[in-house]
């Protein structure tokens, strides 16, 4: 299972572009990388999942370079309800998320 | 249309005691997954479940821990004899057959064992 680095914490201000960066060099052909986001005292909920390239949804974009062993979440125009840590988890396909290996996250802090 | 929904939010035992954590999954869900969080940790999977059904229980402790999705009813994780380190957040996650957009989680249930 692969291993992901991330930065422990980030602070951004209202209205910026936020860009998280995971590293994940061990990344295996068939896995996908996916995002979660938690609020305290709540569960993690899925952002984002990609394979290759570029994922967007109405949340967020994840950019995934053509070697794969990093990914970076981009949060568009932030506000102070995105403050929340954000995990970056690698695993064997869509259907075996409960493998996922879950690390600390990225504590992001939304400053007025 | 309820997400996923678990009971209690919070839950004080005392140690020897038994703790039963409720999980309803999302209306349309069949798969039902646990996880515990300890302070200053990752999420750790516990136990995937169907009805009825224990799918891959590989990351339960041997001992103490149980888990059970009948036929009718929520799913029940169930920790006999409960010890200071089972304190934890412990999350319920549910997903339709294919998984494709990852898991719905509930809120937790925060286990305090004094």
């Known amino acids: 299972l692969a291993k992901t680095t991330q930065p422990i914490s980030m602070d951004s201000y209202e209205g910026q572009e936020v860009n998280i960066t995971c590293s994940h060099n061990?990344?295996?052909?068939?896995?996908?990388i996916t995002w979660y986001q938690q609020f305290p005292s709540q569960g993690p909920r899925f952002i984002i999942q990609?394979?290759?390239?570029?994922v967007t949804n109405e949340v967020a974009s994840l950019f995934i370079p053509a070697d794969r062993k990093s990914s970076t979440l981009s949060l568009p125009r932030v506000s102070l309800s995105d403050t929340a840590v954000y995990y970056c988890?690698?695993?064997?396909?869509?259907?075996?998320?409960?493998?996922?290996?879950w690390g600390l996250g990225t504590s992001l802090a939304v400053n007025p | 249309n309820a997400g996923v929904m678990q009971n209690p939010r919070h839950l004080v035992r005392r140690r020897g005691q038994e703790a039963r954590l409720r999980c309803s999954p999302m209306?349309?869900?069949?798969?039902v997954y646990w996880y515990r969080q300890l302070p200053e940790e990752g999420l750790k999977f516990m136990v995937y479940?169907?009805?009825?059904?224990?799918?891959?229980e590989s990351g339960m402790p041997k001992e103490r821990f149980s888990a059970e999705f009948p036929k009718e009813g929520p799913s029940i994780l169930r920790i006999q004899q409960v010890v200071r380190g089972d304190s934890a957040a412990y999350f319920c996650?549910?997903?339709?057959?294919?998984?494709?957009?990852?898991?719905?989680f509930g809120s937790g249930t925060r286990l305090t064992v004094v």
């Open positions: 996650a549910s997903s339709p057959e294919t998984a494709i957009y990852g898991y719905t």
């Open positions: 990609g394979y290759k390239t570029k």
């Open positions: 988890l690698v695993g064997e396909g869509a259907g075996n998320n409960r493998k996922l290996i």
């Open positions: 061990n990344i295996a052909t068939n896995d996908y």
């Open positions: 209306k349309g869900h069949s798969h």
């Open positions: 479940l169907q009805k009825e059904n224990i799918i891959d």
